[in-house]
């Protein structure tokens, strides 16, 4: 979770002050001094000036692209009428040093820079809020004319290959997005994966013959399509080409996210706009727009807490941001999972794997043996920040017990599986597993008597596999530590496994293609590397590893516990 969204940026001059300070300038914003100096860092830095053009290459787009409100409600559609494209060879264009994803290249022209408007992303931004509040993106009669028949359309007169009409008729959802796995973070919860499926609805008859959308603002995208630097178009593509290969259900789903964070971007203020558009990494993006919603979620709270929250130490508001947040989202978890199974629940049916004694059996000696949720010395849940994971976990063991919801459970460990805190890994066919100082060698014994590694492991010891990757994870960091050839912290041979990991392996063999087992047989004798390829190969054949992830096929639990949308719903 971001900090506290009041927090002031840093005041160092990294690359954030710069992008400030270079849309400041193109904005026409600084004193004539401060100007001044900018424009002897432009003359100077080849890529400060790649930078600058990109901002400024596109502020005509602005000068053609109305501002209606945005439609509350998005249509229901799929990309399956889009015309298929053949996937294309991404071409490797290294980006210039100290230029973001939306980056365009040139030459700055300072005095077209100072006209108003600051970037080609926010011209996009503005064309798909007027799409969606005029219908170009968002009517009936557009959907037709954007997602035709495989054989509808032909090469226009501008001789734009088929593949590059979609990407312009969809250019606004590509404006501020930088690859497909920036889309799917867009998708969770705390995003606008719940918006996305608010809008979710039965799609209204579509006429015959549409109107294609045309005017300035299609003539516009079609300008900013053909300014695009070969690196960008090439990721816009990239990322056009990988919705297309997804599933129609997970396509329109992400579509919706996308058209959701459009909207979005288009009714921002614009200094909260310029924020997420002019972030350099989709990381610094991601980040800028949850610290955005964060601020926006405040503002929304009652008086009473805004109030409560106002009252509190600088350092301690984040802390209470994120303990509400927290909440809200458990209860928004809590209905989804409730509506997901409502008719288990309502029928007192069992899901799965609880409807099988046997699997059930296996799920709650897995639980156990996984988290320790019932010994005070090896939880791995019931430290800070993580309570709130353990009282989880104890409200559905208890619902199951008691009431006989099982779904709950099953819940539970779905997430915690997935978890990266609680990775699990299999633990040693012999001996105990290495949880506390006293199992290391003699150099690391003797460098965790010292008080400051003392304390990193404090909230470890006893936990595995905490405390090897804890130890594993420092000696990366320190060579005073370095673990000797002859030690191991887990096991990473077939033969140091329990007796149900090593009867797992041949029927893994099995699965896997011969250049998959070569791979992990290499990686024999290096741990977590050694079990953590067992893991994701397993995964990827459908299989579960026993001790490690929850007993079934990892497809079922997905299935049971994540299914997917279906299409128009």
């Given at each position: 979770m971001a900090a506290d969204p009041t927090t002031p940026p840093p005041a160092d001059d990294g690359p954030d002050s710069v992008e400030a300070e270079l849309v400041a300038y193109l904005d026409g914003e600084l004193d004539p001094p401060d100007a001044r100096r900018v424009e002897a860092r432009l003359a100077a830095d080849p890529a400060l000036r790649k930078r600058a053009d990109a901002l400024e290459r596109s502020y005509a787009l602005l000068d053609f692209l109305p501002k209606p409100d945005p439609s509350p409600t998005f249509a229901t559609r799929t990309l399956d009428k889009i015309p298929a494209a053949e996937p294309r060879a991404p071409v490797p264009v290294a980006p210039a040093a100290g230029t973001g994803s939306l980056a365009l290249s040139g030459t700055p022209s300072v005095a077209t820079a100072r006209r108003g408007g600051w970037a080609w992303a926010v011209g996009l931004v503005l064309?798909?809020?007027?799409?969606?509040?005029?219908?170009?993106?968002?009517?009936?009669?557009?959907?037709?004319?954007?997602?035709?028949?495989?054989?509808?359309?032909?090469?226009?007169?501008?001789?734009?290959?088929?593949?590059?009409?979609?990407?312009?008729?969809?250019?606004?959802?590509?404006?501020?997005?930088?690859?497909?796995?920036?889309?799917?973070?867009?998708a969770a919860p705390e995003f606008f994966g719940d918006e996305a499926a608010a809008a979710d609805g039965p799609a209204p008859p579509q006429p015959a013959d549409p109107d294609p959308p045309t005017g300035k603002a299609f003539d516009a995208l079609v300008r900013a399509f053909r300014d695009l630097p070969p690196d960008r178009l090439e990721k816009i593509r990239a990322l056009d080409q990988a919705l297309y290969?997804?599933?129609?259900?997970?396509?329109?789903?992400?579509?919706?996210?996308?058209?959701?964070?459009?909207?979005?971007?288009?009714?921002?203020?614009?200094?909260?706009?310029?924020?997420?558009?002019?972030?350099?990494?989709?990381?610094?993006?991601?980040?800028?727009?949850?610290?955005?919603?964060?601020?926006?979620?405040?503002?929304?709270?009652?008086?009473?807490?805004?109030?409560?929250?106002?009252?509190?130490?600088i350092a301690e508001k984040a802390a209470m941001i994120n303990q509400w947040r927290a909440e809200e989202d458990r209860r928004r978890d809590v209905w989804r999972t409730a509506r997901a199974h409502w008719d288990v629940l309502r029928s007192g049916r069992q899901p799965w794997p609880f409807a099988d004694e046997k699997l059930k059996a296996e799920v709650l000696e897995f639980v156990t043996a996984a988290y320790r949720p019932d010994d005070p010395r090896r939880n791995r849940l019931g430290t800070a920040p993580m309570g709130g994971d353990q009282a989880r976990l104890a409200e559905a063991l208890d619902r199951g017990a008691k009431a006989g919801e099982w779904v709950w459970l099953g819940k539970a460990v779905y997430d915690l599986s997935r978890s990266p805190r609680y990775e699990m890994l299999p633990e040693p066919g012999t001996g105990d597993p290495v949880t506390k100082v006293a199992d290391l060698w003699p150099l690391a014994r003797d460098h965790y008597t010292k008080p400051k590694p003392a304390l990193r492991l404090d909230q470890v010891v006893g936990k595995w596999p905490d405390f090897a990757l804890a130890i594993w994870d420092d000696s990366r960091k320190a060579k005073a530590i370095a673990i000797p050839s002859s030690?191991?912290?887990?096991?990473?041979?077939?033969?140091?496994?329990?007796?149900?990991?090593?009867?797992?392996?041949?029927?893994?063999?099995?699965?896997?293609?011969?250049?998959?087992?070569?791979?992990?047989?290499k990686l024999e004798g290096r741990w977590p590397d050694y079990p953590r390829e067992i893991i994701r190969l397993a995964k990827a054949h459908d299989l579960g590893v026993p001790g490690a992830t929850p007993p079934g096929p990892p497809s079922m639990w997905e299935k049971t516990y994540n299914p997917p949308r279906p299409a128009g719903k």
């Open positions: 064309a798909v809020g007027a799409a969606l509040g005029a219908g170009y993106l968002g009517t009936a009669a557009a959907r037709t004319y954007l997602f035709p028949p495989p054989a509808a359309k032909e090469p226009t007169a501008d001789n734009l290959p088929v593949a590059d009409l979609r990407i312009i008729h969809t250019l606004p959802l590509y404006a501020a997005t930088d690859d497909l796995d920036f889309v799917e973070k867009l290969d997804l599933d129609p259900a997970r396509r329109d789903r992400l579509v919706r996210v996308l058209e959701a964070y459009a909207a979005w971007l288009y009714r921002l203020p614009d200094a909260d706009r310029k924020k997420v558009l002019a972030a350099a990494t989709a990381g610094d993006r991601l980040e800028a727009v949850r610290d955005v919603r964060n601020g926006q979620w405040v503002a929304a709270l009652p008086a009473a807490r805004r109030q409560q929250l106002k009252a509190l130490p030690y191991r912290l887990g096991p990473a041979r077939p033969d140091e496994f329990k007796p149900d990991v090593r009867r797992f392996l041949p029927e893994l063999r099995k699965q896997a293609t011969p250049a998959e087992w070569d791979a992990l047989a």
